[in-house]
C-alpha cells in the first residue's frame, strides 16, 4: 500500500486567562483553551490524524496528560515528535485539511500563518496544508462558546 489516510479529532475547554492556540498560531481572544498542554486543538487532532493514518495509537498515549513532563507543552514539539516517527517508519505527509469549529473570533486573518507554521512542522509546502473555519451557529458546546474543536485528516505517502 502506498497511501495510508488518518483522521483526527479534539476539543478543549474555552476558559479565561488561557491563550487562544490554534494551529501553533496566538490567536488574541479574551478567552483561551484550557489543557495540561497548551492545548491547542488543530495542532492535537493533526497529530491524531498522523498515528491513526500509521495505526500507532493516539496523542494521550504518546504524550500523556500525567506527566509533567507535558505541563504547558508546546504542542508545536509533540507535532515534530509524531512528524519524526511518521519519517522513521518510511512515510511523508502528502496532504492535511483541517477544520477548527470556533464561534468567535474570526480566523480569517490568521489561517495563511496557521497553514505556514503547520506546513513547516510537517515539512510539506503550504499548499498541502488546508486550515478552515467554522462556525456552528450557535448550537452545542462550540456555539455557545464553551469550548473549540477541530476535525482533520492526513494522507500519507511513501517516502
Ligand atoms: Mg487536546
Known amino acids: 500500500m502506498m497511501v495510508r489516510a488518518g483522521f483526527g479529532y479534539d476539543s478543549h475547554r474555552l476558559v479565561e486567562g488561557r491563550p487562544l492556540m490554534l494551529g501553533g498560531i496566538h490567536v488574541p481572544h ?7 498542554s497548551d492545548a491547542d486543538v488543530v495542532l492535537h487532532a493533526l497529530c491524531d490524524a498522523l498515528l ?27 507535532m515534530a515528535a509524531v512528524v519524526q516517527l511518521v519519517h ?23 489561517i495563511d500563518a496557521m497553514r505556514g507554521t503547520i506546513a513547516g512542522l510537517l515539512q510539506v509546502d503550504a499548499d498541502a496544508v488546508s486550515v478552515k473555519a467554522s462556525t ?24
Open 52 to 78: 491513526g493514518a500509521l495505526a500507532l495509537g493516539d496523542i494521550g498515549a504518546h504524550f500523556p496528560d500525567t506527566d509533567p513532563a507535558y505541563k504547558d507543552a508546546d504542542s508545536r514539539k509533540l
Open 136 to 159: 456552528n451557529e450557535r448550537m452545542g458546546f462550540t456555539g455557545r462558546e464553551e469550548g473549540v474543536c477541530a476535525y482533520t485528516v492526513a494522507l500519507l505517502e511513501r517516502a
Open 88 to 110: 522513521a517508519r518510511g512515510w511523508k505527509v502528502a496532504n492535511v485539511d483541517c477544520t477548527v469549529v470556533l464561534e468567535r473570533p474570526k480566523l480569517r486573518p490568521h
Open 30 to 36: 479574551h478567552l483561551g483553551s484550557l489543557g495540561h
